[in-house]
């Protein structure tokens, strides 16, 4: 008996870009985890992942309920190239490499959220530790490993409509407060004007 090595098989061997949108589909819509159990079982592989919580969270942003605990409602679709490394080393610590982070920062302005200009605008230090400790006990994730999650982050985002994401949803169905979260966040820091001459 032949073995194949994964580089040998053939094209009807492995999944069509529909089987992958599928089955991320199915594991992004399974049941939500809170992220002390995400940090512990989240993979170094490359995926997709989807953030979901309660309606009463960014309540005027209702996005599709999951399909194992309806009670929580999808805000964010994004993907990954290392699921572990992007969950905790952008989205939960720094705002200025998580468009999620920024975009969080802006809907909450009301709470107060600081920034302050680097070769970006981000959260100040207190503010991005007071932003992680509201995503743990605000937000819940579910996530699907896939080795090419490009080809597949688009047709997620278009059928799922997260209300956080404006890239890839229908102009339609791009939610105008998030757009104007970005912005608002955006323009409150900028770089320092350089002295004046005498």
Known sequence: MVSMSTAEKRPDDVPS?????????????????GLEVAV?????GSGVYAWWA?????????????????????????????????????HLRRSGSSTLRRTLAGLLVSEGYRTTWTDRVVLVPADETRLTAWMSAHLRLTWAEDAEPTTIEAELVRRLRPPLNVHGVAPE????AVV???????????????PQGP
């Not at 104007?180 to 350089?194: F, G, L, M, Q």
Request: net charge positive.
């Open 17 to 33: 870009d529909g089987a992958r949108v599928e089955e991320a589909l199915r594991l992004l819509c399974g049941a939500p985890v």
């Open 40 to 44: 512990k079982r989240l993979s170094r």
């Open 54 to 90: 309660d309606p009463s969270v960014l309540p005027d942003l209702p996005g599709p309920p999951n399909d194992s605990d309806p009670s929580l409602r999808l805000l964010y679709v994004g993907r990954a190239t290392s699921l572990r490394g992007r969950i905790l080393r952008n």
């Open 173 to 176: 169905h791009v939610q105008a």
């Open 180 to 194: 104007a979260a970005k912005n608002s966040y955006n323009a409150s820091s900028r770089p320092a004007d350089p």
